[in-house]
């Protein structure tokens, strides 16, 4: 009986759960010293988005509306998903508002492959990801063909940047 706890067989089926944890919290703790990882004003610079590690997917990146330089629409309400092409989501809040999930590493360093919900206009189409400087992200909303897209500027927001009413804490 002690023979078969410790076989090299036993051994190896309790260690291979822990290496399986070990791999996924080292790959975490990679993914969290990101630099693209904080949070960024838009191009517009009427909004910022926090770009996070997905919680569904540990090895990818997400997104959501942190901040609004005017939270209220003209009524003084807090501005909602109101061009939200699903009626169902039209009352969801702007402010902690999910928009960019799935993007995932490439090999030379960018993210690629996610989605981007704009909710300007309430379409989402195919998103890219590159640091372009320290305080410089370029995002490439496109269709399909990448080279068809179009890029943006977003410039890294400070620390301290006050949540708007509704956004989530710091993932």
Known sequence: MIEKVFSPAATAVRLIPALAVGLVTLATEAAAARPELGTWYDDSGQGAVEVYICAEAPNKLCGRIIWLKEPLNDQGVPKHDRHNPDAANQNRPICGLPMIWGLGLMSDGSFDGGKIYDPKTGKTYDVAL?????????????????????????????????????APPPA
């Open 130 to 166: 590159k640091l372009a400087q320290p305080d410089k992200l370029t995002i490439t909303g496109y269709l399909g063909m990448k080279m068809l897209g179009k890029s943006f500027t977003w410039t890294r927001a400070p620390d301290n940047l006050p949540r708007c009413e509704g």
